[in-house]
């Protein structure tokens, strides 16, 4: 059975680029690895709708919170049997955002905090309900948020495709979740929790998350 590590931040942070460079760590050292990133994008309708809704589609779907945070848990939960099958066929499957992205921005929105309600009903509704795997371990990219920002408009300067959508531009939604995340991450919630910042070796890191082959393949914080 392989470990199920995910990246958890804010908009612009670096999680696609941290988890890219995880892989080639992993994949040099011979592991199997496989990367999936969460929204699922052209792949899920849950995913597409929620994009869509995040650029004024579908009506007032994007003010409300509970309707938006639905969107995502239900791209999860029909993910569920491609991450177990991805498990039982890697050493490794990495996820680009979990279950923890939606209890952060949920709770923000509703400018609540990591021991608030939003987070527990999340917890509820995607790992008991719905039954998605949990992970072995999360990292957080704790970036600067001014840092993250500046990143997401340039990369929307350098790219049309990817202007920013209502949370992006949204500076103290994005303060909020990163609090959140802090929370999350100090209350090992879900599961261990390792946190970076925004100049972490991800050599060093890949090594330091998966150690093998002395204990098995299996994770440290
Ligand atoms: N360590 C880094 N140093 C400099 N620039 C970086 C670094 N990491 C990422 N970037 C740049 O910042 C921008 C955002 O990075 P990336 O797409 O990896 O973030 P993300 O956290 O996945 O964003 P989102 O959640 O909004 O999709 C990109 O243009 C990327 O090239
Ligand atoms: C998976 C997931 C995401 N979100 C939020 C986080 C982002 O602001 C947007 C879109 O994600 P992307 O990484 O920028 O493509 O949605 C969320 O609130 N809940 C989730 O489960």
Redesign the pocket.
């Given at each position: 059975m392989g470990t199920l590590i995910v990246i958890e931040g804010?908009?612009?942070a670096g999680?696609?680029t941290l988890a890219r460079r995880l892989v080639s760590a992993w994949e040099r050292d011979d592991l199997e690895v496989t990367r999936i990133?969460?929204?699922r994008?052209d792949s899920s309708v849950h995913?597409d709708l929620?994009?869509e809704a995040?650029r004024g589609e579908h009506g007032d779907t994007a003010q409300s919170v509970h309707a938006?945070?639905l969107l995502?848990?239900l791209?999860?939960k029909y993910a569920a049997p491609d991450l177990r099958k991805a498990l039982s066929h890697n050493d490794i499957v990495l996820l680009?955002?979990?279950?923890?992205?939606?209890?952060?921005?949920?709770a923000a929105?509703l400018e609540q905090s990591a021991d608030g309600e939003a987070v527990e009903w999340?917890r509820a509704l995607e790992f008991e309900r719905f039954g998605v795997p949990v992970p072995d371990v999360q990292i957080l990219l704790d970036v600067p948020v001014d840092l993250a920002a500046e990143r997401a408009a340039s990369r929307e300067a350098d790219d049309a495709s990817r202007t920013r959508?209502?949370?992006?531009r949204d500076g103290s939604?994005?303060s909020r979740?990163s609090a959140v995340y802090g929370g999350l991450a100090a209350a090992e919630w879900g599961s261990s929790w390792e946190v970076v910042g925004p100049d972490v070796d991800p050599d060093r890191l890949a090594a330091d998350i998966f150690n093998q082959p002395s204990d098995g393949g299996k994770v440290t914080t």
């Amino acid at each position: 059975m392989g470990t199920l590590i995910v990246i958890e931040g804010v908009d612009g942070a670096g999680k696609n680029t941290l988890a890219r460079r995880l892989v080639s760590a992993w994949e040099r050292d011979d592991l199997e690895v496989t990367r999936i990133g969460f929204p699922r994008y052209d792949s899920s309708v849950h995913a597409d709708l929620a994009a869509e809704a995040l650029r004024g589609e579908h009506g007032d779907t994007a003010q409300s919170v509970h309707a938006m945070a639905l969107l995502f848990a239900l791209d999860r939960k029909y993910a569920a049997p491609d991450l177990r099958k991805a498990l039982s066929h890697n050493d490794i499957v990495l996820l680009d955002r979990y279950v923890a992205s939606n209890a952060a921005y949920t709770a923000a929105r509703l400018e609540q905090s990591a021991d608030g309600e939003a987070v527990e009903w999340i917890r509820a509704l995607e790992f008991e309900r719905f039954g998605v795997p949990v992970p072995d371990v999360q990292i957080l990219l704790d970036v600067p948020v001014d840092l993250a920002a500046e990143r997401a408009a340039s990369r929307e300067a350098d790219d049309a495709s990817r202007t920013r959508d209502a949370y992006e531009r949204d500076g103290s939604l994005q303060s909020r979740t990163s609090a959140v995340y802090g929370g999350l991450a100090a209350a090992e919630w879900g599961s261990s929790w390792e946190v970076v910042g925004p100049d972490v070796d991800p050599d060093r890191l890949a090594a330091d998350i998966f150690n093998q082959p002395s204990d098995g393949g299996k994770v440290t914080t």
